[in-house]
């Protein structure tokens, strides 16, 4: 009779254990969409620069400003990044097709 007991006792653990588990399947974090201004600039004697604005899907600011990074290497090489503002934006989806 006891081993009945203890094993009832070790199931109802069992679930309630399995209530608290960390699911399995990788979370989706939201994604939003940020305004990312940067200015660059290239050279030291004979400097150059510009400024530069890019719409970016992105987890956090961070993740935006990342991106951006990464995507100012390849359009313009030979800039460097000095400073970027990411600003969190409402975009509005269009279905209209043109």
């Given at each position: 009779?006891?081993?009945?007991?203890?094993?009832?006792?070790?199931?109802?653990?069992?679930?309630?254990?399995?209530?608290?588990?960390?699911?399995?399947?990788?979370?989706?974090?939201?994604?939003?969409?940020?305004?990312?201004?940067?200015v660059?600039?290239?050279?030291?004697?004979?400097?150059?620069?510009?400024?530069?604005?890019s719409?970016?899907?992105?987890?956090?600011?961070?993740?935006?400003?990342g991106?951006?990074?990464?995507?100012?290497?390849?359009?313009?090489?030979?800039?460097?990044?000095?400073?970027?503002?990411?600003?969190?934006?409402?975009?509005?989806?269009?279905?209209i097709?043109?």
């Amino acid at each position: 009779m006891k081993f009945i007991a203890i094993m009832v006792c070790i199931l109802s653990l069992s679930v309630q254990a399995e209530e608290f588990a960390v699911p399995t399947h990788p979370v989706q974090v939201a994604q939003r969409e940020y305004m990312v201004s940067g200015v660059l600039r290239r050279g030291t004697t004979d400097i150059s620069i510009k400024l530069v604005h890019s719409l970016y899907s992105a987890e956090s600011e961070d993740a935006a400003v990342g991106l951006f990074i990464k995507v100012m290497a390849q359009v313009h090489p030979g800039y460097s990044v000095l400073t970027t503002l990411a600003t969190q934006v409402e975009t509005k989806r269009c279905d209209i097709a043109i």
